[in-house]
């Protein structure tokens, strides 16, 4: 057999409630080198949730978020990112007044453009630093098949080029974590071929991606295990073959007697 994959990120025993409602119940799971984990479930399982308590957008109640074995739980979400934990949106969150390469320039950690005091006093260094940020947007949008569309605004993109420009700006942090949030809903068939092809180029890398998505057919292809996600807790992990075809994680999943 062969030996298991480094974990790159570890929840222990994570809880958060908001109100009377539980989010995340003692959560505790691992993402790995090289592997992409699928996470599924019912609405309000608490998946974006997951998602949201890896990358500091909220505060866990208790329990642990550990990258390569340092506890981060207490870091700011910037800091995270700093670290190499990055994220897409379920919904892509793009300036769309904007062109597609000004977005993704904005987005790189560090933005030179944010220092009134290096525009005032150091201009040659800003200018080198627009330059490196510019070159790696293009190498993103390299990456995901979108060059030919760097000048264009946003909103001229359709709803699957705009999700491609999403997984790019995450692409520009080239760290061990790669979060994608329903990567897949709402693309066209051909943009989903290229996005699939992309997460999979990303694990190869060596990157932990885990990706949460409705379309359980891709999944099951692109994922090489599988967390069903219940009220918070991670109800059952393994293969995606035992996972989704456990006629008790089924019938909370599609409901009825499937």
């Known amino acids: 057999m062969a030996a298991e994959r480094a974990a790159i990120l570890r929840l222990e025993g994570l809880e958060k409630r908001f109100g009377g409602v539980v ?14 984990l699928g996470v599924v479930g019912p609405n309000g399982a608490g998946k974006s949730t997951l998602f949201n ?4 957008s909220i505060p866990a109640d208790a329990g642990s978020v550990l990258l390569e074995g340092r506890d981060i739980s207490r870091l700011a979400a910037h800091r995270r990112a700093r670290l190499g934990i990055s994220r897409t949106w379920q919904h892509v969150r793009l300036f769309p007044s904007l062109s597609v390469l000004d977005n993704l320039v904005m987005s790189g950690q560090s933005y030179p453009g944010e220092s009134l005091l290096a525009a005032l006093f150091r201009p040659p260094a800003l200018r080198r630093a627009m330059a490196q940020m510019t070159r790696a947007a ?18 001229e993109l359709s709803y699957g080029q705009q999700k491609l420009v999403g997984l790019a700006r995450a692409l520009m942090n080239e760290g061990p974590v790669l979060l994608l949030d329903e990567p897949l809903a709402g693309v066209d068939p051909r943009n989903q071929i290229t996005m699939r092809a992309i997460i999979d180029r990303e694990a190869a890398r060596g990157r932990a991606v885990c990706v949460i998505e409705h379309n359980i057919g891709v999944l099951r292809e692109l994922a090489a295990r599988m967390v069903f996600m219940f009220a918070g807790r991670a109800e059952a992990e393994g293969p995606p073959a035992a996972i989704l ?8 999943y599609f409901g009825g007697t499937a």
């Open 245 to 252: 075809g456990d006629p008790r994680l089924r019938r909370i």
């Open 53 to 56: 308590l890896i990358c500091g």
């Open 23 to 36: 989010a995340a119940d003692r959560l505790s799971l691992s993402l790995r080198a090289g592997e992409v």
């Open 138 to 155: 293009e190498a993103a949008l390299e990456a995901v098949g979108m060059s030919h569309r760097a000048g264009h605004r946003v909103a």
